[in-house]
């Protein structure tokens, strides 16, 4: 089963427009399945979340959040397999 990359977001949110193709790029390259999540539909999500948004989590850790750096992603990602493994 593939790890899933939780992308959390909400509707007119430029950063998470500008972030959602480097979360693409990084979800293909390690083969992980990517889940866009609105949290603009649930209060849970959006009271956890709130302005901290986008968000991306692999396994239930949090990767990156704001300003997406693809660099820094990649390095999150790698840090995390690296305790998983």
Known sequence: MKQT???YSRP????????LPAVRR????????L???NIA???????????????VEVA?????????SER???RELARWCG???
Do not use: M, N, Q
Not at 60 to 68: E, V
């Open 26 to 33: 990084l979800a293909r390259r390690h083969g992980l399945e």
């Open 72 to 74: 820094a992603l990649e």
């Open 5 to 7: 990359l939780r992308f």
């Open 41 to 55: 539909s649930d209060p849970g999500l959006e009271a956890r979340h709130g302005r901290r948004i986008p968000v």
């Open 83 to 85: 305790e998983a493994g």
């Open 12 to 19: 007119d949110c430029p950063l998470c427009d500008k972030g």
């Open 35 to 37: 889940e866009k999540v």
């Open 60 to 68: 239930g850790r949090t990767l990156g959040w704001g300003l997406l």
